[in-house]
Nanobody, 119 residues
Framework: QVQLVESGGGLVQPGGSLRLSCAAS????????MGWYRRPPGKQRELVAT???????NYADSVKGRFTISRDNAKNTVYLQMNSLKPEDTAVYYC?????????????WGQGTQVTVSS
């Protein structure tokens, strides 16, 4: 059974930083793209950032220059370093991964971690 488990969320003041982690566990043969998405209060889920197995990255315009996505392929883990946080970054953050478990590639989601930016 494959699981994606996020950690690192919490309450932070505007201008502060947080680092999210997401570890994939279970019977995993290979992981392709990994990413972070978020669901702000009352809104739909949106892309934050993605990273390929080779390290190519893509960011939403709203987080460019403030957030950095990275991954450790040996640990099947993806990270999101969030700096200069703003109240509008408040959301539930979800980890996502395309991975092969057994014979098939599937897309998996984590359970989400709350990030609240408030003074």
């Amino acid at each position: 059974q494959v699981q994606l488990v996020e950690s690192g969320g919490g309450l932070v003041q505007p201008g502060g930083s947080l680092r999210l982690s997401c570890a994939a566990s279970g019977s995993i043969f290979s992981i392709n793209a990994m990413g972070w998405y978020r669901r702000p209060p009352g809104k739909q889920r949106e892309l934050v950032a993605t990273i390929t197995s080779g390290g190519s990255t893509n960011y939403a315009d709203s987080v460019k220059g403030r957030f950095t996505i990275s991954r450790d392929n040996a640990k099947n883990t993806v990270y999101l370093q969030m700096n200069s946080l703003k109240p509008e970054d408040t959301a539930v953050y979800y980890c996502n991964a395309d991975l092969r478990s057994g014979s098939y590639w599937k897309n998996y989601w984590g359970q989400g971690t709350q990030v609240t930016v408030s003074s």
